[in-house]
């Protein structure tokens, strides 16, 4: 194990589904629904729009200059969901439906074509699903339920579903990195709490199992940058310790290696640009509504140089990249950036409601990628 630290960085359908809400909000809800005929091609980035309480979800697509195209109405509850975001691969969207608010029972997967906007389902037949990976054959989930961590694999194609469980654990979240399932999961006991990473390969057969104190606990927004897997955690190990880790877990597939990185705020998320990484630093339950702010910088992976530090004056909650452009989301407005430049905002625009009360922004991807 080596330990680093760095104190440089101070048209379907959507009637019949509307079972308890008013009529004001369905018509709200088909006044935003827009059309879903727009080209796809000129869209740059999309963001997930959901509530909990009623069966009717979007993804906004936008272009460049953050005009807004069009839309894909969905007619579930719960989409998406912030600790474990979710997956594109080869421009195809990958997120679960949680379903509704304390029932989170829709027991399947949404595979999206960003740019065809078609709509397949998988049926999973697990409850409160959240964690998902993905590749060319493959979708792979996780889920709690009773002190027992279930993963699950379905085959695109077949629609064939396995899965191993593990008693006494907690999954935060799961990746795919290098033809490896990396599931990381806490065990929380009368007597200790310890933080694991559990490999394994695309049969779900168990590969590996390290020890992820000296990262924290509570692993989330795993990121592959390069064939090697970088996470934060939620906080320390110490169970009495402050929400949020300073400390970056950084896990090589090809060497079976687990070293930290250690910087002077917690880590929001890490996303790839070229071969650097972009650092968001900040808490990823603020709502913007507290006061603290996300900072931001890019750093070299090879010797965790970071440049260009900036406070970015408003708290983040979702990112991505797409080019040199990077979009945020904080506060349901969306601001874009030219990476090869300072951090001054390009473009600027508010995320249009379903509804402005129960709303909200669940996920943010870049598109034809």
């Known amino acids: 194990m080596r330990r680093r630290t760095f104190l440089g960085l101070s048209a379907l359908s959507l009637l019949g589904i509307l079972t308890t809400e008013t009529s004001c909000t369905v018509q709200n809800f088909l006044k935003f629904s827009k059309k879903s005929d727009f080209n796809t091609n000129n869209a740059f980035f999309c963001v997930l729009e959901t509530r909990q309480n009623i069966a009717a979800s979007r993804i906004i697509f936008y272009d460049v200059s953050l005009t807004e195209l069009g ?54 037949d697990r409850i409160a699903m959240y964690g998902i990976a993905a590749n060319d054959n493959y979708l792979y989930t996780c889920n709690n339920l009773n002190g027992i961590t279930y993963i699950s694999r379905c085959n695109r194609a077949t629609e064939e579903v396995i899965g191993v469980s593990i008693e006494g654990v907690h999954a935060s979240s799961i990746a795919l990195c290098e033809g490896r399932i990396c599931c990381f999961a806490d065990h929380d006991s009368p007597s200790e709490y310890t ?38 955690s939620w906080s320390d190990i110490d169970e009495n310790s402050p929400r949020g880790s300073k400390v970056l877990g950084i ?69 991505a990249i797409k080019d040199d452009i990077l979009c945020t989301h904080g506060d349901r407005v969306l601001r874009t950036y030219d990476l090869t430049q300072n951090w001054e905002i390009i473009k600027k625009t508010d995320v249009s409601h379903i509804d402005k009360q129960f709303s909200y922004i669940s996920g943010m991807m870049s598109t034809g990628t």
Not at 73 to 94: E, K, R, S, T
Not at 200 to 221: E, M
Not at 295 to 312: Q, V
């Open 195 to 232: 933080s694991w990473l559990y490999v394994y390969n695309l049969d779900l057969n168990l590969v590996d199992k390290i020890n992820l104190d000296t990262c924290g606990r509570a692993q989330f927004r795993p990121h592959v940058h390069n064939g090697t897997l970088f996470f934060p």
């Open 251 to 319: 896990y090589h597939i090809d060497s079976n290696t687990l070293e930290t990185a250690t910087f002077e705020r917690e880590i929001l998320e890490v996303l790839s640009w070229n071969d650097s990484l972009v650092m968001l630093f900040g808490d990823i339950n603020d709502d913007g509504k507290a006061g603290r702010t996300t900072s931001i910088a890019l750093c070299d992976p090879e010797n965790w140089e970071c440049n260009d530090l900036a406070d970015l004056g408003y708290a983040v909650q979702h990112a």
């Open 71 to 124: 839309e894909l109405p969905l007619p579930y509850a719960g989409l998406g969901q912030n600790w474990n975001l979710p997956v594109v691969h080869d421009n195809i969207l990958f997120v679960i439906p949680e379903g509704y608010q304390g029932k989170l029972d829709e027991k399947k997967v949404l595979e999206i074509d960003l740019s065809t906007l078609e709509v397949k389902t998988h049926m999973i």
